[in-house]
């Protein structure tokens, strides 16, 4: 693991392609970059090493903690794009389960948030607003069922450019994730650390 000195940032892996990256230059942007929620993280060849694949669409996926006692997170973008940490999900509790260990998950909510956005003009403004593209809270997409048979509800908290300023949407299992503009605002200090 390693270990950021701003606002704690703990990458456990860093992957693109089929290689691990292991270049500490490399991984003191990626950590920077997460820990100012950068909006233009370009992913390419030039700027992670080199091809490990030469030929072969890859990915940049990232795992880390935003916190070395928060959950386990991740986000990814394919080569060639321009990867934003501006906004991205901190954490995902569903049917009363704080999914810690579930990635996958954490991944899709943020393609889901990240991508939608994209789609529209006005990036920063329609994260907010925006119905195109959301995702559907199911079992399925949030990583399997914790209670079966209970009606479930899904909380995502999503971090944002700022002083560490949180959002928190709710929805109710097989609605859609609703827009950050209906959620709830709360800032960093206000989240208890995980036991």
């Known amino acids: ?24 230059t490399i ?4 950590k920077h970059d997460l820990s100012e929620r950068s909006t233009a993280f370009i992913v ?20 880390y903690r935003d916190h070395p006692d928060h959950p386990y997170m991740r986000i990814s973008g394919a080569e060639g794009d321009s990867m934003s940490f501006e906004y991205r999900v901190s954490r995902v ?14 991944e899709r909510l943020n393609r889901a948030i990240v991508d939608t956005a994209k789609a529209q003009k ?3 403004n329609k994260i907010f607003t925006t119905d195109t593209g959301r995702l559907r809270i199911t079992n399925e997409n949030i990583g399997g069922d914790p209670r079966p048979g209970v009606e ?18 709710k929805t109710r299992e097989n609605d859609l994730l609703p827009p950050l503009g209906a959620a709830t605002s709360f800032n960093f200090t206000d989240i208890p650390v995980m036991k």
């Open 27 to 30: 991984l003191n942007r990626i």
């Open 44 to 63: 390419s060849n030039e700027d992670l090493g080199g091809d490990p694949q030469p030929g072969v669409p890859k990915r940049l996926t990232v795992d």
């Open 152 to 169: 479930k509800e899904a909380e995502v908290q999503v971090l944002t450019r700022g002083d560490m300023e949180y959002y928190s949407v």
């Open 1 to 24: 693991m390693f270990y950021s000195t701003e606002h704690q940032i703990v990458l456990i892996k860093v992957t693109y392609g089929n290689k691990d990256i292991t270049d500490q």
């Open 122 to 124: 006005g990036f920063l």
């Open 93 to 106: 509790k569903y049917g009363g389960v704080e999914l810690n260990n579930h990635p996958e998950v954490v």
